[in-house]
């Protein structure tokens, strides 16, 4: 199956050339390659006295074919995602290999629609604003892709997209049965003025739908609607996002939930300190016919809940309560290639109740940031990360002997760009 997979990319890419000789167009081969060495003390669960700290090393492989022409655009990107000494059988040389693990992470095709907008089908990254709700979950080696048709629309200065997915386990001959703890069809509209100076302003509303059961044809859709802000005035900058959700959840219950936060910087040269908070609301009373804790679909979870994390999935790693996050931090630039930044965030539950501890405070995280571009091509960033737990977060993540927490890893990030002909 691996090695039909890459005959059909080696089939694609030989297509493209054709394509590119013929037309005018562009024709790009892009590559990356990003391993990453992790030392492992309480890293996602916190560290128990007397546990042993692990160390992994995992990679990404990614390959791109990208053809653009006036009316056409293709992307193909076959991944291939693994941990350096996941053998299963050892060779006649007793020299063990690798599981691999290749993959289609993007396959789509962008189709002009006239002189306002494209179309795009396929396979794709669905990328909007600070990648609250919609995201390319980029620290997770594999990433995420979604199958979607997207409408992309510019008119008198604002961009609209109307996107669609419907998600299904297999090509079914009967019903719509699918998990009804994944999304089955996911359906959103994002709306981008560009009329007001130095105000970043956009508008998204999302309807994700899920099944009752998995062995179930009713949907149930949760609605989320709000905006992004992004303001900046000489050397201040001011971010916020506030998003609201209704309709029902995957069980029935009429959602009444909502995230909001906000962060403040301000650039005095090559020094940049900032502060913020973010709250996702939680449920006072899970048992009740309402439910307050907020999803946060496909947004983005180790850039804005912690860097441990340990707050991945609401519903298990906060009981239900929500988080509330106060965080600051400072950047320091020693050029325009090498930062220095440090974050510390102070975590509470939003809300508890009877699942949860009844003290709301649960640990102080900090992270120590480096990072070094040495090339347009190519970057290396290394981070230190530590965790004081409270004995709330102990009882609340099951780990009630848990103790300093700490996690440290080295990426190394390179990007070049192959190949590239473009045709006049």
Same mark, same amino acid.
């Given at each position: 199956m691996k090695q039909m997979n890459f005959e059909r990319f080696i089939a694609i890419a030989i297509i493209c050339l054709f394509i590119v000789n013929d037309t005018k167009a562009q024709f790009r081969i892009e590559a990356q390659y990003r391993p990453r060495l992790e030392f492992r003390d309480g890293y996602r669960k916190l560290a128990a006295e007397g546990s042993i700290p692990t160390v992994v090393?995992?990679?990404?492989?990614? &390959?791109?074919l990208r053809y653009e022409s006036e009316q056409l655009k293709l992307i193909f990107t076959p991944q291939d995602v693994r941990v350096w000494g996941d053998e299963q059988l050892a060779s006649s040389t007793g020299v063990y290999g690798d599981n691999a693990s290749l993959d289609l992470f993007e396959g789509y095709a962008e189709i002009k629609t006239g002189n306002f907008g494209w179309v795009s089908v396929g396979r794709q990254q669905l990328v909007y604003d600070r990648q609250r709700l919609l995201a390319a979950r980029n620290w997770n080696q594999n990433g995420i892709a979604y199958d979607a048709v997207v409408l992309k629309i510019g008119i008198n200065r604002i961009d609209i997209h109307v996107g669609s997915t419907w998600n299904s386990l297999d090509a079914t001959l009967t019903d719509n049965y699918y998990l009804h703890n994944r999304i089955k069809s996911l359906n959103y509209l994002w709306i981008k003025p560009k009329f007001i100076e130095r105000l970043d302003l956009s508008f998204l509303h999302i309807a994700s739908g899920v099944t009752e059961t998995d062995f179930s044809n009713k949907l149930y859709y949760r609605q989320t609607t709000g905006i992004c802000a992004n303001y900046g005035i000489k050397s201040l900058k001011l971010i916020g996002n506030a998003y609201y959700q209704y309709g029902k959840n995957k069980n029935g219950k009429t959602v009444g939930a909502f995230l909001v936060d906000a962060d403040l910087a301000y650039i005095a040269g090559n020094l940049t300190p900032g502060l913020g908070i973010s709250y996702l609301s939680g449920d006072k009373n899970p048992g009740s016919a309402r439910d307050n804790l907020f999803d946060v679909l496909y947004g983005a979870r180790h850039r804005y809940f912690g860097h441990m994390d340990y707050f991945?999935?609401?519903?298990?790693?906060?009981?239900?309560?929500?988080?509330?996050?106060?965080?600051?931090?400072?950047?320091?630039?020693?050029?325009?290639?090498?930062?220095?930044?440090?974050?510390?965030?102070?975590?509470? &539950?939003?809300?508890?109740?009877?699942?949860?501890?009844?003290?709301?405070?649960?640990?102080?995280?900090?992270?120590?940031?480096?990072?070094?571009?040495?090339?347009?091509?190519?970057?290396?960033?290394?981070?230190y990360i530590f965790y004081l737990p409270t004995e709330s977060f102990k009882l609340l993540s099951g780990v009630p002997n848990g103790t300093f927490s700490q996690f440290f890893f080295v990426e190394l990030t390179l990007r070049p760009t192959l190949f590239k002909q473009k045709t006049e």
């Amino acid at each position: 199956m691996k090695q039909m997979n890459f005959e059909r990319f080696i089939a694609i890419a030989i297509i493209c050339l054709f394509i590119v000789n013929d037309t005018k167009a562009q024709f790009r081969i892009e590559a990356q390659y990003r391993p990453r060495l992790e030392f492992r003390d309480g890293y996602r669960k916190l560290a128990a006295e007397g546990s042993i700290p692990t160390v992994v090393i995992s990679q990404r492989t990614r &390959l791109s074919l990208r053809y653009e022409s006036e009316q056409l655009k293709l992307i193909f990107t076959p991944q291939d995602v693994r941990v350096w000494g996941d053998e299963q059988l050892a060779s006649s040389t007793g020299v063990y290999g690798d599981n691999a693990s290749l993959d289609l992470f993007e396959g789509y095709a962008e189709i002009k629609t006239g002189n306002f907008g494209w179309v795009s089908v396929g396979r794709q990254q669905l990328v909007y604003d600070r990648q609250r709700l919609l995201a390319a979950r980029n620290w997770n080696q594999n990433g995420i892709a979604y199958d979607a048709v997207v409408l992309k629309i510019g008119i008198n200065r604002i961009d609209i997209h109307v996107g669609s997915t419907w998600n299904s386990l297999d090509a079914t001959l009967t019903d719509n049965y699918y998990l009804h703890n994944r999304i089955k069809s996911l359906n959103y509209l994002w709306i981008k003025p560009k009329f007001i100076e130095r105000l970043d302003l956009s508008f998204l509303h999302i309807a994700s739908g899920v099944t009752e059961t998995d062995f179930s044809n009713k949907l149930y859709y949760r609605q989320t609607t709000g905006i992004c802000a992004n303001y900046g005035i000489k050397s201040l900058k001011l971010i916020g996002n506030a998003y609201y959700q209704y309709g029902k959840n995957k069980n029935g219950k009429t959602v009444g939930a909502f995230l909001v936060d906000a962060d403040l910087a301000y650039i005095a040269g090559n020094l940049t300190p900032g502060l913020g908070i973010s709250y996702l609301s939680g449920d006072k009373n899970p048992g009740s016919a309402r439910d307050n804790l907020f999803d946060v679909l496909y947004g983005a979870r180790h850039r804005y809940f912690g860097h441990m994390d340990y707050f991945r999935n609401f519903t298990t790693h906060t009981n239900e309560g929500g988080l509330a996050n106060l965080y600051a931090y400072l950047e320091y630039k020693f050029s325009n290639t090498l930062s220095l930044t440090n974050y510390g965030h102070y975590f509470q &539950l939003a809300q508890t109740n009877d699942l949860t501890p009844d003290k709301k405070n649960l640990g102080f995280e900090n992270e120590l940031i480096l990072k070094y571009d040495f090339n347009d091509w190519g970057s290396i960033k290394s981070e230190y990360i530590f965790y004081l737990p409270t004995e709330s977060f102990k009882l609340l993540s099951g780990v009630p002997n848990g103790t300093f927490s700490q996690f440290f890893f080295v990426e190394l990030t390179l990007r070049p760009t192959l190949f590239k002909q473009k045709t006049e």
